[in-house]
């Protein structure tokens, strides 16, 4: 995790409001994801970037965006949170779009009440 | 739809036993199969990996089995030990990772 940073590491807002979580590499990694992590579904994909300005859409993207303006940086917006949107988010990266295996960050949990 | 199916959702061990978490996949394109092991307030941690190319991975108690025409990976934990006591997620990937929902691993001393 050393490598990883995200901050806040907690957060509770208001239903209504955006909301910005910050995923910082130190490890030089081209390729960074962002998860959701809820009881019952594991980890679900929501965006990810092979390289500066170079996002995609994951598997649950909606209410979702992404920026990623620097190779270090890869921010997750909530444009409009809801309560649905109360989940543990975790940045996660890769040397190598095979996938030979990702490092994750500790973790944003973010409360939407 | 998950496309990774994990079992069971939990699993309690004597210490010294052996642990098996199974899961199943949908999507033969997929070609790394990673286990991940988790523990609480920390983000997930990369235990071992395999290949469809091999049956079997082993890394000290740790030790994955393949089978690539049921579509089916399984984890197995020997010598179970109460600091293995966390929760493991099974993936499988392609040009993106999908996780399974989880097995959380209690050991008893």
């Known amino acids: 995790d050393a490598g990883i940073t995200q901050s806040p590491r907690h957060k509770v807002t208001e239903t209504g409001t955006p909301v910005t979580l910050r995923c910082h590499q130190t490890e030089n990694h081209r390729y960074m994801y962002w998860y959701r992590q809820d009881p019952g579904h594991g980890l679900r994909l929501i965006h990810y970037s092979y390289g500066v300005k170079d996002t995609d859409k994951g598997e649950v993207s909606d209410g979702y965006s992404v920026s990623r303006s620097k190779t270090e940086d890869f921010l997750l917006t909530l444009e409009s949170a809801t309560s649905s949107q109360t989940s543990v988010y975790f940045c996660a990266t890769s040397n190598s779009k095979q996938n030979y295996g990702y490092t994750f960050g500790s973790g944003t949990r973010l409360t939407v009440v | 739809q998950q496309q990774v199916k994990q079992s069971p959702q939990s699993l309690i061990v004597q210490k010294g036993g052996i642990s098996i978490i199974n899961c199943a996949y949908e999507?033969?394109?997929?070609?790394?199969f990673p286990w991940y092991q988790q523990f609480p307030g920390k983000g997930p941690a990369l235990l071992i990996a395999i290949r469809p190319d091999v049956s079997e991975k082993k890394e000290g108690r740790f030790t994955i089995s393949f089978n690539k025409s049921a579509k089916q990976f399984s984890l197995h934990i020997m010598d179970s030990q109460p600091g293995d006591s966390a929760t493991y997620f099974c993936?499988?990937?392609?040009?993106?990772?999908?996780f399974g929902a989880g097995t959380r691993l209690t050991v008893k001393p």
């Open positions: 999507n033969t394109a997929f070609d790394y």
């Open positions: 993936a499988a990937s392609f040009n993106d990772m999908r």
